[in-house]
């Protein structure tokens, strides 16, 4: 009896000897917080005159890569993109353009006062990454 007592304590103490011993892994997580995806830049072109207390809704937009694409283009044909002001507001909404990635941009915008006469005005912006940026673009 006494040997077999003698074993259970052994066998006890190299079980417990053995369960501590044994690097137990741990794993951490990493949580980002924030914007991880580049193309997560939008961008609001509002359209005004020189005071910028009168908003165009209705006004063209047309957004170009670079700025010599800008006034190489008097037809307006070569741009990136193209976007119309928000008639409903026209000072905050604007003309969106969603998903761009991050770059300078050049914008020339145009308010059509029919029989041919527009208002026209340029403007450009290098907007931050994961944000809706607001540019204000003066037509005269």
């Given at each position: 009896m006494r040997y077999f007592l003698g074993f259970i304590m052994i066998s006890a103490l190299i079980f417990i000897a053995n369960s501590?011993?044994?690097t137990v892994p741990t794993y951490t997580t990493d949580?980002?917080?924030?914007?991880?995806d580049v193309n997560q830049?939008?961008?609001?072109?509002?359209?005004?005159d020189?005071?910028?207390?009168?908003?165009?809704?209705?006004?063209?937009?047309?957004?170009?890569?670079?700025?010599?694409?800008?006034t190489n283009d008097p037809q307006r044909t070569?741009?990136?993109?193209?976007?119309?002001t928000d008639n409903t507001d026209p000072a905050n909404v604007g003309a969106v353009f969603y998903k761009?990635?991050?770059?300078?941009?050049?914008?020339?915008?145009?308010?059509?006062?029919?029989a041919g006469n527009f208002l026209t005005g340029v403007g450009e912006?290098?907007?931050?990454?994961?944000?809706?940026?607001?540019?204000?673009?003066?037509v005269q």
């Open positions: 501590c011993s044994d949580t980002f917080q924030g914007c991880n830049t939008h961008m609001k072109v509002v359209v005004c020189a005071t910028q207390t009168n908003y165009f809704g209705g006004a063209d937009v047309f957004m170009y890569l670079s700025e010599s694409a800008r070569l741009y990136s993109q193209h976007a119309v761009t990635p991050y770059q300078k941009y050049y914008f020339f915008a145009r308010r059509d006062l029919g912006a290098f907007p931050k990454m994961c944000t809706t940026y607001k540019v204000v673009v003066v």
